[in-house]
Structures are given as structure tokens and as C-alpha cells.
């Protein structure tokens, strides 16, 4: 009997034995399984989040060659509006010089008429004057208007804004026309009074 027990008893252990070794091959080789599977994934993570990094490099690097092709061409176009600008405003300096040569050619006119009166024997003191004055007034002129041409030169259209261009030509070519307007007064003054000399002679030469 006691035999019978033992060998019964062997029996039994070398099932559960048995069945221990049959059942834990498949336990390890899962969890081998996993834990390659989970480097497997950490990879692929790792791997996905390089690809979003390079991604994200070539979107700012063409972000940031689209706003510097942007600010570039602003940068050519702001240069050729402030270019222009200057352009305009020396055609306009052109034409009051074009005056100002006018204006010199009247008062070698009045001049010359000064002369003729002091030769007839007219007192041309007050018209001398007044052509000295306006004479005066011409070379504040002339010294105005290249001034200005020089300001408008000297506007830098890399640097320079549309606005600062627009306003420091116009202030540049202001000051030179108010100069002009000036120097045409002037003669107009000596004009005058070279007409007043002329008439006081005639009117003298009336009463004799």
C-alpha cells in the first residue's frame, strides 16, 4: 500500500513538474516579447519625434526664407519709391533754377537801365539800392536751392523711409522757393523804382 502511495505521489510531481516547464517557456518568451516590442516602440517614438523635429526645422527655415525674401523685395521697393522722390524733387530744383536764371538775366535788364538813366543824368540812388538788395536776395536764392539739391542728395534710400524722403525734400525745396519768391520781390522793388527815377527825370524835363 505504502508503495502504491509513493508511486502515486512521484506520479503526481512529475505532472506538476511537467506542466510547471510547459507552462513557463510561453510566460518568459512573452515577456521577452514585450519588452523587445516596447524598445521597438520607444525607437519608433524616438525615430517620429526626430522626423517632427526635422520638420519643424524646415518649416522655420521656410518661414524665415519667405520673410526674408519679403523683406528684401519691401526693401527693393521702398529704395525705388524713395529714389523716385528724389528724382521729382530734382526736377523741381531744375526748374527754380531755370527761374532763378530768369530772374538773374531781369536784373542785368534793370541794370543796364540804371545806366542809361545815370548817363541821362537821373538820380538811380534809391533804384541802385534796391537792386543791390534784391541782388543780395538772388545769391541767398541761388545758396538755397543748392542746399537743397545737396539735402535731397544726401537721402540715403537704404535707410530712409518713404516719409522721411518726402518730407526732407519737401522742406529742402520750400526753403528754396521761398528764397526765390523773395529774390522776384527784390526786383520787383527795383523795378520799381527804377520806373520812379524815370518818371521823376521826365517830369522834371516837363516842367523845364
Known amino acids: 500500500m505504502r508503495k502504491i502511495f509513493l508511486a502515486l505521489f512521484f506520479a503526481l510531481l512529475l505532472s506538476i513538474s511537467t506542466y510547471s516547464i510547459v507552462f513557463a517557456a510561453p510566460v518568459n518568451s512573452a515577456t521577452v516579447n514585450a519588452q523587445e516590442k516596447l524598445q521597438e516602440l520607444r525607437k519608433n517614438r524616438e525615430e517620429l519625434k526626430k522626423q517632427n523635429q ?34 521729382i524733387f530734382t526736377r523741381i530744383l531744375k526748374r527754380l533754377n531755370a527761374a532763378l536764371t530768369r530772374l538773374d538775366k531781369i536784373a542785368e535788364r534793370i541794370a543796364s537801365r540804371i545806366d542809361k538813366l545815370k548817363g541821362r543824368g537821373v538820380d538811380t540812388t534809391k533804384a541802385e539800392t534796391a537792386l ?6 538772388g545769391a541767398r536764392a541761388a545758396s538755397a536751392i543748392s542746399d537743397a539739391q545737396a539735402k535731397i542728395d544726401a ?10 524722403a518726402v ?27 527804377v520806373k520812379a527815377a524815370q518818371a521823376h527825370r521826365e517830369g522834371t524835363n516837363s516842367a523845364q
Open 54 to 87: 526635422e520638420r519643424q526645422e524646415q518649416r522655420i527655415t521656410i518661414r524665415d526664407d519667405f520673410t526674408e525674401r519679403v523683406a528684401t523685395k519691401q526693401a527693393e521697393v521702398k529704395k525705388n519709391v524713395v529714389e523716385k522722390i528724389k528724382t
Open 132 to 137: 543791390a538788395s534784391a541782388e543780395s536776395l
Open 155 to 164: 537721402i540715403d534710400a537704404q535707410s530712409t523711409s518713404v516719409r522721411d
Open 167 to 193: 518730407h526732407a525734400s519737401k522742406d529742402a525745396v520750400r526753403s528754396a522757393r521761398q528764397a526765390l519768391f523773395d529774390y522776384h520781390k527784390g526786383l520787383v522793388a527795383a523795378i520799381r523804382e
